[in-house]
């Protein structure tokens, strides 16, 4: 069924493979981090021992002195398993339950975050330690029969980062080098990639430069917030992408205040590769001449497809041949389909969704030879072929949506300016 005149090259496969590999990188550095930031904090008033002291008294009990135990939490652990581990009550666990935020601790529990027990000598749970989001750190003390619950707040500051870099290898690589997260890299590449493929576009001495956000919380990096500004040159043609907010959602404008991001993306699929062209072919499962009424992009069980463009669920079920289909309505006579799915995304009939929105995961449910998706474009009911339909252009920001558009981006192009010798987009 598949044609190798039509081949995508294998180069996206090789890029998702790079951003796969550096993001474990990047985790890798920030879970240690929380260890050290856990530890700092957990570090009991000890200058006192440092001093020659004679011993107490045999008569007088020595003060209560924590001592901290750092439990990193395993898949399948729960709050209640991780008190009987440590040979604590449930009953203590129902008492520290009283506080909402433990609850929230116990219904959420996420692998690999970290609690601190402080337990006492003979056993007992004197204290209980966690983070409540980015913010905030709980530290809940048992006193008698009764939790007193303690919040430290952990002010988090967004630090603005202006970086470039030339490519020399390949992109993530050269971002790598010039200090850029994956994360950073990956935001990049999403802003630009209806105006740039990178998989096939990029030449050795295209170079960007690129605003970027990252929180910090007590002197600790803890992570990327975004793209806000990206400037790419590539094969002497600059493009910009300026971040603006709008109804409550991030977006790349270019320099105009017009949407990157396109009305329909051409390929609803991330790193597939065309398998089956549209118009007559010889059906790989009939064996007769058929229309082939779309296009067809070979990927593994599961991978995730996308809403090509924003619209409504039309239908979301079995058709035959088909399997399971999803159709989406995008007003203006424009409807698209998915087919053959494994399955469906978890919305209802009727339902808007937005471009990009997981609609469902390939399959080859229907009559389908391998996983695969199969993709129609329709427009007033008569089938299109997606990848040379003409695309609606989404419309620019106007009036006082562009005046703010450009006083609240105007910082960050500043900042791209001062990247050394940076060549923006045409006005
Ligand atoms: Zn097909």
Partial sequence: ????????????????????????????SIVPALDRALEASEAPATTTLAVALPPPPPSEAPAPKEDWRTVRVQPGQTLGSLFADLGLPASTMHRMLEVPEATQLA???????????????????????????????????????????EVIERAVETRVVVAGGQIRSSLFADGARAGLSAGVMNDMVKALQYDIDFGQDLREGDSFQIVYEELWREGERLRDAGVVAVNFVNQGKAYTALRFDRDGQSEFFDLEGRPLRKSFMRTPIEFARLSSGFGARRHPVLNRMRMHKGVDYAAPVGTPIFAAGEGRVKFAGWQNGYGRTVILDHGNGITTLYAHMSRLGSYRVGQRVRQGTTIGYVGMSGLATGPHLHYEFRVGGMHKDPLKVTLPKPEPLRGPALAEFRRATAPALAQLRRVGGVQLADR
């Fill in 1 to 28: 069924m598949s044609n190798p005149s039509r081949l995508a090259p294998a180069a996206p496969r090789v890029l998702a493979i790079a951003v796969a590999g550096v993001l474990l990188a990047t985790l890798g």
């Fill in 107 to 149: 219904s959420r529990l996420k692998v690999g975050s970290e609690l601190a027990f402080d337990i006492g000598p003979d056993g007992e749970l004197r204290g209980l330690r966690f983070d409540a989001g980015e913010t905030r750190r709980i530290h809940l003390a048992m006193e008698g029969d009764d939790v007193r619950r």
